[in-house]
């Protein structure tokens, strides 16, 4: 099956089929979505499980709201001069990652897996979230270096991820005018928790940074410091976690005053990387 760029629903195919496995072994997105994001060895048995106890009516609401809500996104792009071709890809996962942006055959699409974003579908600002991963969907489209299936090297993981959600947490604020708590968190914290989670991003700065520079020179992946940029290891710490969103947007904004939308979405890696080192006090790595 070839996919050019629309929007398609997965999810609802994946609730009609028999055959669950032609899907996954034919299906372009699929393909893609496993080799890059997800080989967790659990992904298929907690996707037929998600399947199994999906509940239709609300599979075809929550599709709806977000087809609407990509459409509005789609043209409020076209209007900040960020014109483009992005599609959008509905699935039934395994829960673990909410949304991205994906390269398929060559063409950008943000995925959406139901299963992460219905649980907590009343907490998040969907418009928001949705401008935040065709950010995603943009700059790799835009900038194939920054795409996850080319992080080839430790360093890669860390710095072009950091530099890839900074300019999505970054954008969202700057060119499309949400809210900073909806910027950093996707409307998940309130704004007094915000306010705690950027005291302790500033705490841990130089901290970080050092970890983050012997983690690069040993080119040894260092989880403990990956989930505190970039996921959530304990809920009841919300605050300690998914620093590198706040990190990464702080260093986009010392470089927006030099360089438009399109110049930073196109930098190369080895340009941005001084701007990591300046910010984190690091000598070069």
């Keep these: 099956m070839e996919i050019k760029n629309q929007i398609v629903n997965l999810a609802i195919q994946q609730l009609q089929t028999e055959d669950i496995d032609d899907i996954l072994k034919n299906n372009l997105f699929f393909k893609e979505y496993i080799e890059v994001f997800n080989r967790k060895e659990s992904f298929i048995d907690s996707m037929m499980k998600n399947i199994i106890s999906a509940d239709k009516g609300q599979i075809d609401y929550i599709s709806d709201k977000l087809i609407e809500e990509f459409k509005k996104i789609s043209k409020m792009f076209c209007k900040k001069g960020l014109e483009n071709n992005i599609g959008l890809i509905i699935f039934i996962g ?41 950010i995603h969907a943009l700059h790799y489209d835009l900038n194939k270096e920054f795409y996850p299936k080319n992080y080839l090297s430790v360093e890669d993981r860390f710095l072009k991820k950091l530099i890839s959600e900074g300019i999505a947490t970054a954008f969202s604020m700057s060119t499309f005018s949400m809210s900073m708590e909806s910027a950093y968190w996707l409307g998940l914290l309130d704004h007094k928790d915000v306010q705690e989670w950027i005291f302790n991003c500033e705490e841990m700065k130089l901290d970080v940074g050092k970890k983050l520079s012997e983690t690069i020179i040993n080119d040894k992946f260092n989880y403990d410091i990956y989930c505190k940029l970039f996921t959530i290891l304990k ?24 360089r ?25 790595i």
């Design 94 to 134: 395994d829960g673990s990652i909410d949304g991205h942006g994906i390269i398929i055959d060559n063409n950008p699409y943000v995925f959406i897996d139901l299963s992460a974003i219905i649980p907590n579908i009343s907490k998040y600002n969907l418009s928001t979230f949705m401008v935040h991963e065709t």
């Design 235 to 258: 809920l009841k710490e919300l605050t300690s976690y998914r620093m590198g969103y706040y990190y990464g947007s702080q260093i986009i904004k010392t470089i927006q005053p030099e």
């Design 260 to 284: 438009n939308n399109i110049e930073i979405l196109t930098l190369d890696f080895d340009e941005v990387k001084k701007y990591i080192y300046e910010y984190f006090s690091l000598r070069k």
